[in-house]
């Protein structure tokens, strides 16, 4: 017997994601444009995000995780890299594998080299005291030997306008020559609006492939891709005075139409939008009312009068206003949704 669909599903713009990758690349200019995929597509999931945006032309593709490079290995992608670089539990697997590691500190750097692994990329901290090995000791030789396809480094306000920006820059510009990378990579999404300076030969975007958008440059362009929807389980009429929820923290003010969904914090629909979040029905706006449950939740549907048990009502969840309104980051509103969704692409 096949299972019954499930009550909450992601529509997913395949046409938008596509967009967004081409807009990105357009502005990374003469460099070659790539996508972070790391935690499965960043909710998507990695596996369609790779089909599609390789097909758009895209070839290079980074995960966290050798569980991840192995779960895209029969998409065969072009060029893919593994950002945590490789632990000794790791070796056999990434020797095997046509992905690279990107080797991030000296002791992953020995070990690689030691087992005589093929290319790889490498990973120098210039300034965020995260992952990567210091320039100081890529100029004192600790790289010598290895085929390293890209030299990469990571920004860590590139959504910010500060002079940080321009230090890790010019720390990253300073290598250029000084290994045997074919390619040298700096720019995250944000990064990319930075500038040319900021492009060098490979961009690296993830949240705005997926609809985030944290500077003016990338609002203008960045189309949604993500559209929760949940089905309602039940309408139901609660008179004034009468309350809604855990802890009762909303109260009728009048007779209200209320719709309870199948979705709740378990899905990453969390606390921070009870009675803030916003759902709607064509374009008419509907409110959540009172907490989020684990499973559930509730919006007024006055404004909706023919919606009925079984229908289906969108919630709001535009990246940029959405993060404002619950407090939650663009890269948490993605990451957080659940298994439970039904991943619908469009
Ligand atoms: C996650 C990640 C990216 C993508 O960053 P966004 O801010 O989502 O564009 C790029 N490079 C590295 C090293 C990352 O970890």
């Known amino acids: 017997m096949t299972r019954p669909a499930a009550p909450l599903r992601l529509s997913l713009d395949g046409d938008a994601l596509v967009h967004n990758w081409r807009a990105l690349a357009a502005m990374s200019g003469d460099a070659a444009c790539g996508a972070a995929v790391k935690a499965d597509g960043y909710g998507l999931g990695a596996r369609d995000v790779v089909r599609r945006l390789a097909q758009a032309g895209c070839r290079d593709f980074f995960v966290a995780t050798w569980a991840e490079a192995a779960a895209l290995a029969d998409l065969e992608p072009a060029s893919l890299a593994v950002l945590h670089g ?31 692994g093929g290319a790889c990329d490498v990973m120098v901290d210039t300034g965020m005291n995260r992952l990567g090995v210091s320039a100081d000791d890529i100029i004192a030789g600790l790289l010598d030997g290895l085929t390293i396809d890209t030299l990469m480094s990571h920004l860590a306000c590139a959504d910010e306008s500060v002079p940080m920006n321009a230090r890790q820059r010019d720390a990253f510009a300073g290598l250029a020559g000084r290994t045997s990378a074919r390619r040298l990579s700096l720019a995250n999404s944000a990064g990319i609006a ?25 609002a203008e362009r960045i189309r949604q891709v993500v559209f929760p929807q949940a089905q309602i389980l039940q309408r139901r009429r609660v008179p004034t005075g009468e309350t809604v929820g855990y802890n009762a923290t909303w109260t009728a003010p009048a007779d209200t139409q209320v719709a309870i969904l199948n979705i709740g914090y378990a899905d990453g629909y969390l606390r921070s939008f009870s009675g803030k979040g916003r759902a709607h029905s064509g374009d008419r706006a509907l409110p959540v009312l009172g907490r989020v449950s684990m499973d559930l939740l509730a919006v007024g549907v006055d404004a909706a009068p023919e919606l009925a048990e079984g229908d289906w009502i969108g919630i ?3 990246l940029p206003e959405t993060a404002a309104l619950s407090g939650l980051s663009q890269y948490e509103l993605l990451t957080g949704l659940g298994q439970r969704f039904a991943r619908v692409w469009k």
Not at 88 to 113: G, I, K, N, Y
């Open 194 to 218: 930075l500038g040319a300076d900021y492009h060098f030969d490979l961009t690296r975007p993830g949240i705005a492939l997926y609809g985030g958008a944290q500077c003016a440059a990338h």
């Open 86 to 116: 490789v632990r000794d539990e790791d070796m056999a697997f990434a020797l095997a594998s046509p992905a690279r590691p990107v080797l991030a500190s000296a002791a992953q750097v020995a070990r690689w080299r030691d087992a005589g």
């Open 316 to 318: 709001d969840y535009a």
